[in-house]
T-cell receptor
Framework: KAGVTQTPRYLIKTRGQQVTLSCSPISGHRSVSWYQQTPGQGLQFLFEYFSETQRNKGNFPGRFSGRQFSNSRSEMNVSTLELGDSALYLCASSLGASGTGVLEQYFGPGTRLTVT | AQSVTQPDIHITVSEGASLELRCNYSYGATPYLFWYVQSPGQGLQLLLK??????LVQGIKGFEAEFKRSQSSFNLRKPSVHWSDAAEYFCAVSGYSTLTFGKGTMLLVSP
């Protein structure tokens, strides 16, 4: 069974631009979560989607948004990029959603975003 | 609110020596606990998990962890470290919400 895939793996953008990252979960998994990882802040939760609905959202500004499609694939978008958005963005998939049982998540390789 | 503390930012272990990485959690009810490993430039790989039952859980790559409710701890152990174990290790807790991660412990393996 294929793991979680994320595209692209690397991105370089300029301040003020916007970016869209994509995540395909493990086949059969319906929940997708996104995390931002930086050396200073560590792993921070962005949001969680289940059955095309956002179930949880972390403490990030509205410039960060996401969505999930009917095939469980998910995208996240960051608008008006800032230098501080440079990070590794990780996607994780799980069978069920939070609040329905144990949240055992499997992670993709991440997208390295550099904002210049 | 749930939280995880990994007291050691870096640990250096000689190849062949035993390893213990510490993890303390804060959660009001019975926690679900995880250890993940991350190699440079890679995503997180699940090493092992504790849901309930036996407090000593076995994982992949020869790792094990012990859940101690009285100490709110979930320490990761390996009897003999290999050079390929050098990576960053994250402890995480999940209740009925999303995963909360510790800051990670970087493991360095010396020859």
């Amino acid at each position: 069974k294929a793991g979680v895939t994320q595209t692209p793996r690397y991105l370089i953008k300029t301040r003020g631009q916007q970016v869209t990252l994509s995540c395909s979960p493990i086949s059969g998994h319906r929940s997708v979560s996104w995390y931002q990882q930086t050396p200073g802040q560590g792993l921070q939760f962005l949001f969680e989607y289940f059955s095309e609905t956002q179930r949880n959202k972390g403490n990030f500004p509205g410039r960060f948004s996401g969505r999930q499609f009917s095939n469980s694939r998910s995208e996240m978008n960051v608008s008006t990029l800032e230098l501080g958005d440079s990070a590794l963005y990780l996607c994780a998939s799980s069978l069920g959603a939070s609040g329905t049982g144990v949240l055992e998540q499997y992670f993709g390789p991440g997208t390295r975003l550099t904002v210049t | 609110a749930q939280s995880v503390t990994q007291p050691d930012i870096h640990i250096t272990v000689s190849e062949g020596a035993s390893l213990e990485l510490r993890c303390n959690y804060s959660y009001g009810a019975t926690p679900y606990l995880f250890w993940y490993v991350q190699s440079p430039g890679q995503g997180l790989q699940l090493l092992l998990k504790y849901f309930s039952g036996d407090t000593l859980v076995q994982g992949i790559k020869g790792f094990e962890a012990e859940f101690k409710r009285s100490q709110s701890s979930f320490n990761l152990r390996k009897p003999s470290v290999h050079w390929s174990d050098a990576a960053e290790y994250f402890c995480a807790v999940s209740g009925y919400s999303t995963l909360t991660f510790g800051k990670g412990t970087m493991l360095l393996v010396s020859p």
